[in-house]
Each structure stands twice: as C-alpha cells, then as structure tokens.
C-alpha cells in the first residue's frame, strides 16, 4: 500500500488540495472545460464504487490515523482496477486530524476523500436506447433529495435517470454520499446544459416514444396504482423540486398526471419519498 505516492500536508493552503477545500462544486463542474470537470467522493464506500465505475482518481486526500484502516482497502481497489504501476503514480495527501477539521462537513466522512475525472455525458436519444423506465429529475434542488432519489431509482429498478439543468449534480458530494455511491450503479445523464434544452425535454421524451407521467397534485390527477399505467412499456417519471413542484407547462405537455393517494389530511410527501413509492408501483409486475 505504501508504494503509492504518500505526501504529507502540514496545512489545508496547500494548493493541491483546493479541489477538496476551496473550490464549489460548480467550480468542479467546469474545472476541465471544455472536457468534463472533476467531482469529489466522500467516504471509502462510495470512493470505492466510483472505481468499480471506472472513474478515473486524481488524488486522495486521508486523515493520518484512518490511513491503513479506511484509505488501504480503498488504495488496493485502486491498483486492481487500474494497475499498481499507474497506481503508484496516484497523490495521497494525508494530514492530521485537526488540520482537516477545516474541511466543511469533516464530520460526516470519515476521514478519506477522492477527486475524480467526470466522463462525458451521453445525449438524451443514445442515452434513451435501451432503457424503458426513466427517473427525471427536473429542476431539485436540494442535494439529499437528489441522492435518495437516486438510490431509490437504483434499489427498485428504474433503468436510467435524467438531471435537467438546474437539477443539483448527481456527483455533488452530498448527492453521492446520500446515494450510498447507487450513483455510480445506475445509469445517468444530464438534458443538455441550457434551460432550453431541459424545456425541450419533455417533447424530445414523447418523440422517443415514453409515456411521460408527472408526479402532481392536481384535479385531473390518476392515482399511482391506476392500471393503465403499466400498460405503457416505455415510461418517463418525471419529479418537481422541493415546494413548487412541477411547472405548469411540463404538467399540462405530459400524457399523465399522476399523485399518491394521502391520508389524515397530509397533502404529500416529500419528493424522495415520494419518489420510492413511485418507482416501486410503477415497476411491481
């Protein structure tokens, strides 16, 4: 293990480690451009997901006392996914507990941290090829929701999910680590990087022949467990943002609007929990 490239860090200015301590995520995103940025995983399980992926590491960053217990299973999947001889060539920067307390949210991943390269995304109609169940993500916000919205998509056998432009990242940091690293299991993309091209979205799913259900609370509104939705074999669930939900114009252009049926005057649930039992109806047989 100790053949990889070990460097010490006496304090977190080092420049090396601005992507884990300085730079936002949209920062990130664009890191690289006009190639595909980098994103930062937290956590030796979802580190380790993100290889088996075959995402390419940068760099880790580890705690000095978590090197060989959380950061060596971790390094070992590295080389055997990539080779020892590239491996070796990998910066681990390690530093002491307190110097990493400077992290924000250091309290939540148990000391190891890796920066990896993103990879192109597929456009919607390669992407849609093979896949007959669709989570869309249109305009979250909120990173937990985006991760447990990913995992239930994951767990429950969506084939494929799509982030519109201001949909938070899948890969953000919270997201992934939300996602119990299930972003990296299943299959994902983004509708283009404008807000035309997620506007146009919808128009561009019915042209590819899915049947578009919107997740809403309205009058017209189809129960979730309503037959004739699961005679439809290519389905498109598309989910609102936290408060406003759905626009107007994606619910009214979709072929269905469908709710959850509430009880003791709960109005709805929130959108990853709602999101759960979606995917679970719509996918049992």
């Known amino acids: 293990m100790y053949s990889m490239n070990i460097i010490p860090i006496a304090d977190l200015n080092n420049k090396e480690l601005d992507i884990y301590a300085r730079l936002s995520e949209t920062q990130l995103l664009h890191y690289n451009e006009p190639k595909p940025g980098l994103f930062i995983a937290e956590s030796p399980n979802v580190i380790r997901m993100a290889v088996a992926a075959g995402y390419e590491p940068v760099s880790l960053l580890v705690e000095e006392e978590r090197l060989e217990k959380e950061a060596g299973p971790v390094i070992n999947c590295i080389k055997e996914k990539i080779g020892e001889e590239t491996a070796d060539g990998l910066p681990v920067y390690i530093a002491k507990r307190e110097i990493l307390k400077e992290l924000t949210g250091y309290a939540l991943v148990r000391g190891l941290w890796g920066a990896f390269k993103r990879k192109l995304m597929q456009d919607i109609r390669t992407f849609c090829t093979d896949k007959d169940n669709l989570a869309i993500l249109y305009n ?146």
């Open 140 to 285: 979250i916000v909120n990173p937990t929701n985006v991760g447990a919205i990913t995992r239930s998509a994951a767990a429950l056998g969506m084939d494929g999910m799509i982030a519109t432009y201001d949909t938070v990242n899948p890969l953000s940091r919270r997201s992934a680590r939300v996602s119990m690293g299930t972003v990296f299991q299943i299959p994902w993309t983004t509708a283009g990087r404008s807000e035309a091209e997620s506007a146009s979205l919808i128009a561009t799913l019915k042209s590819l022949e899915y049947t578009t259900v919107a997740m809403a609370l309205t009058h017209e509104a189809r129960g979730i467990d309503d037959p004739l939705l699961k005679s439809h074999k290519r389905k498109a669930v598309i989910l609102g943002t936290e408060g406003y939900g759905l626009p107007k114009e994606v619910i009214e252009a979709s072929d269905y609007t469908v709710k959850i049926p509430m009880h003791h005057g709960v109005d709805s649930l929130n959108v990853a929990a709602a999101s759960a039992v979606c995917f679970w109806e719509l996918m049992r047989c």
